[in-house]
């Protein structure tokens, strides 16, 4: 068994069925501060940090002086559903058999301290996870590469040693730009085209669809990413 590659996962929508949640709080924090934004919409930007996020929906021209209260409401509403978040269907049984395979797992998530904690718990294969690239260990949020590529160095693997799965668009963009091979689960609620035109790979039901799958996936068949596919998101989003 190998031990020089790395097996990334992004957790909200991926391993643990939370990202439907994050948008009601998310929703009902913004209304509280008089902002009122479409569920949709914050639905495509869950996945960002609370900054990026904001500045998504509501303009990065904006006056930013409530921005905090904003940000503590989402947490607040959000953590009370700590000791009930579900996971998805296999996600520890993904994580233990890739272990089992020889694969270092890490996670990459803007989740950190007591909402980090409660995930790891939902998803009950602490015994396997190496370590966790949470927003505390960053400078910036995915779509930057920071996560991704925090994560790989815990793992001390190389771009071209790791795969990184995730549900959403800055997801996969994250990945591309630090040069690891980019995989997606639907289960985060964004369509496939979506994922695709941001540069998944491939794109799994969820992650008992992946492990179902694992041999004839990247975890089985490596090949990196498109470096014609890294040139040109680069050119078209800007180094982060």
Do not use: C
Request: proline share 5%; charged share 25%.
């Amino acid at each position: 068994m190998t031990t020089n590659r790395a097996a990334i996962f992004d957790v909200d929508g991926t391993l643990v069925d939370t990202n439907h949640l994050h948008v009601v709080t998310w929703w009902e924090a913004l209304r509280q501060a008089g902002h009122h934004v479409p569920m949709r919409e914050i639905h495509r930007a869950v996945g960002l940090s609370g900054g990026d996020l904001l500045d998504h929906l509501l303009g990065d021209d904006r006056a930013t002086d409530g921005d905090e209260q904003v940000v503590a409401a989402h947490h607040a509403l959000y953590a009370t559903y700590f000791e009930r978040l579900p996971a998805l269907d296999a996600a520890g049984d993904l994580l233990r058999t890739l272990a089992g395979r020889g694969w270092k797992v890490v996670l990459a998530t803007s989740a950190s301290g007591a909402e980090l904690s409660a995930l790891r718990r939902a998803i009950g294969a602490d015994e396997v996870i190496l370590g966790a690239a949470s927003a505390d260990d960053v400078g910036q949020g995915k779509p930057a590469p920071d996560p991704v590529r925090q994560a790989r160095e815990l793992a001390g693997v190389p771009s071209e040693g790791a795969v990184f799965v995730g549900d959403t668009v800055w997801d996969m963009e994250a990945a591309l730009r630090d040069g690891v091979t980019p995989l997606a689960v639907l289960s985060g609620g964004i369509p496939r085209a979506d994922l695709e035109g941001a540069g998944a790979q491939a794109v799994y039901r969820d992650p008992a669809d992946l492990l179902g799958s694992l041999d004839a996936s990247a975890f089985a068949d490596w090949k990196r990413p498109d470096p014609a596919a890294v040139r040109a998101l680069r050119g078209l989003r800007g180094q982060r």
